[in-house]
């Protein structure tokens, strides 16, 4: 039985990313994008707040994606990870600066 995500509090997310089981000895980093559910205002508002959320992760998606993994030993991978998501993005272009 799969578990449901009921919560998106940043201290209840905190204890599941440490709770997660991956198999091997992956390479994570956080991501974070201000939360679009939270944007109160016009639908019109709303509906930027989603489209900036969803620009700003596929940028980083295609950073990632572009890495020359088999290149880069595991602290390098590391760097580059947290690099990518420290990226302030251009949500309107999906360009880093």
Do not use: C, Y
């Amino acid at each position: 039985m799969r578990r449901r995500w009921t919560s998106s509090s940043p201290s209840a997310i905190k204890r599941a990313a440490k709770s997660a089981r991956w198999p091997g000895n992956p390479v994570t980093a956080h991501w974070g994008v201000p939360d679009p559910a939270a944007v109160e205002g016009r639908e019109e508002q709303r509906k930027r707040a989603f489209l900036d959320a969803l620009r700003s992760l596929e940028a980083r998606i295609k950073l990632f994606v572009s890495l020359p993994v088999e290149k880069l030993d595991r602290l390098a991978l590391k760097r580059e990870v947290d690099q990518i998501g420290r990226l302030r993005l251009d949500a309107t272009e999906g360009r880093a600066s």
